[in-house]
């Protein structure tokens, strides 16, 4: 059983920053791929950044050097720091888990965490 929930979204005028939370709980949760993903009004969902169990990180190229994940697999938390926010990253934000192989590979999702950004 994964269990995934975000939370740290709000609202924030273009050029702040806000930091996403998820708390994820499951065994062998290091071993997991985490990552973020949004949906903007009427688009499918996207990838915005992942991170693996070996701390490797990748982004979209919309948020790249924009935002930064993070993992803390102590605390069971997974963090994405997102600076210099702009209109367009108006979106409800999920927290994705993905199981490694030999526990099935499955994709698991939060609830989503909702970020607006507007003066």
């Known amino acids: 059983q994964v269990q995934l929930v975000e939370s740290g979204g709000g609202l924030v005028q273009p050029g702040g920053s806000l930091r996403l939370s998820c708390t994820f709980s499951?065994?062998?949760?290091?071993?997991?791929?985490m990552g973020w993903y949004r949906q903007r009004l009427q688009n499918e969902r996207e990838l915005v950044a992942t991170?693996?169990?070996?701390?490797?990180?990748d982004y979209s190229d919309s948020v790249k050097g924009r935002f930064v994940i993070s993992r803390d697999d102590a605390k069971n938390k997974v963090y994405l720091q997102m600076n210099s926010l702009k209109p367009e990253d108006t979106a409800v934000y999920y927290c994705?888990?993905?199981?490694?192989?030999?526990?099935?590979?499955?994709?698991?999702w939060g609830q989503g965490t909702e970020v607006t950004v507007s003066s």
């Open positions: 994705n888990a993905k199981a490694p192989e030999f526990l099935g590979g499955r994709s698991y």
């Open positions: 991170i693996t169990s070996r701390d490797y990180s």
């Open positions: 499951t065994t062998f949760n290091a071993l997991y791929v």
